[in-house]
């Protein structure tokens, strides 16, 4: 029943810091691309109590009390009856680990909460509400490759498509290096970033760097958006560090595997990493290559989990 089933997304070009953390308005603008390996669905109901299932089991910590706050804001903002819901949600990627599972949950809720009330609303409506539950969500409404556009307020700010149906020679291999839930999440995480001096840079490059980004797909030119991609991550993770009080997201595995990356450019097989808010780290290659560097990967780590994944669609529904 009102089912909504909506993929992941990694940022090429990042967000990280807010203008607005009521509703999620971004300090900067973002571009992804959504991926076909890990999604979540979502089902909604209406029920005489608020619950919340997470792949079969009943939540009751602050994942629940987050979804919750969700529904009921978004019941007040589109003046709809405050009724008590139950919402069964179950994760095909592993939960708060930094491999974006904010972004395909979210999505997949507002799906949900869209069917439910009956509300008919098209995509950049739907990326509006999924913006509000988590920023990176908003992307998730679309396949392929989708820019989110900063925007000033709550209605102009929202994603869109640049290409659903990319024909780019584009891989990301996650590397699946630490799963299990981060300690601190990516709304507190970017709250402490903007303590970084350097944060301001991470503001003034987001234009020039997203239109290059946008200058790589459009040129077809994996090498462009590999560095580019990569330096910006890097950037991100570089504030973390530089924030008071400085942190990181990585484990002595994200170096390691940081450093088979330069060997396997040395050795000639061209790859470039990404990493989000958590250890585990996304190797962005060409199809060429992902038998080679999973191999490669799979014997430095003792058989550590890597999933293979390409361009992922927009939110679909069940039923
Ligand atoms: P990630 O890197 O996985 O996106 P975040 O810190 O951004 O990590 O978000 C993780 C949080 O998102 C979880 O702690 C939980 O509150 C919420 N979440 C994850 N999956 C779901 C889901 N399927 N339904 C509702 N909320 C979810
Ligand atoms: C590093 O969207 O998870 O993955 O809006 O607070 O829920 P909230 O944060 P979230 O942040 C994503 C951060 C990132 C980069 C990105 O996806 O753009
Ligand atoms: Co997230």
Redesign the pocket.
């Known amino acids: 029943m009102n089912t909504a089933i909506a993929h992941t997304n990694i940022a090429l070009i990042k967000y990280w810091g807010k203008q607005d953390e009521q509703l999620r308005l971004p300090l900067m603008s973002s571009l992804s691309m959504t991926l076909d390996a890990f999604y ?1 669905d ?1 089902s909604i109901e209406f029920a005489d109590e608020d619950k919340f299932y ?1 792949n079969g089991t009943l939540q009751t910590d ?2 629940a009390q ?2 919750f706050t969700y529904i009921h804001k978004l019941q007040a903002l589109l003046n709809l009856r405050p009724e008590s819901v139950v919402i069964k ?1 179950v ?1 095909h990627v592993p ?9 395909s ?2 999505a997949a ?1 507002a799906g949900a909460f869209n069917r439910l009330y009956k509300l008919d609303l098209n995509h950049k409506q739907l990326s509006i509400l999924a913006r509000i539950g ?1 920023g ?1 969500a908003s992307r998730s409404i679309f396949g392929g490759f989708s820019i989110w556009k900063k925007g000033v307020t709550s209605d102009d700010s929202f994603a869109y498509p640049i290409d659903e149906n990319p024909t780019m020679d584009l891989h990301l291999l996650a590397i699946e290096l630490d799963t299990k ?2 300690s601190l ?3 507190e995480g970017m709250k402490l970033a903007k303590t970084s001096p350097f944060f301001n840079h991470w503001l003034e490059a987001n234009d020039s760097e997203l239109d290059a980004m946008i200058s790589a797909i459009n040129n077809n030119d994996f090498t462009a958006l590999g560095e580019l991609a990569e330096y910006n991550a890097n950037e991100m993770h570089a504030i973390n560090l530089s924030a008071k009080p400085g942190f990181t997201y990585f484990v002595p595995e994200t170096l390691k595997a940081i450093e088979l990356i330069h060997t396997l450019r040395k050795n000639g097989i061209e790859c470039y990493y990404t990493i ?3 250890p585990n780290v996304k190797v962005l290659c060409q199809l060429k290559n992902v038998k080679d560097i999973q191999k490669y990967f799979v014997s430095e780590f003792n058989n550590v989990k890597i999933v293979s994944a390409s361009f992922g669609p927009g939110i679909s529904y069940l039923d």
């Open positions: 979540t979502t997470l602050a994942s987050r979804v949600s994760n939960t708060a680990a930094g491999l974006a599972s904010s972004s949950a979210f809720l988590s990176s839930p981060k999440s990516s709304t989000d808010a958590g």
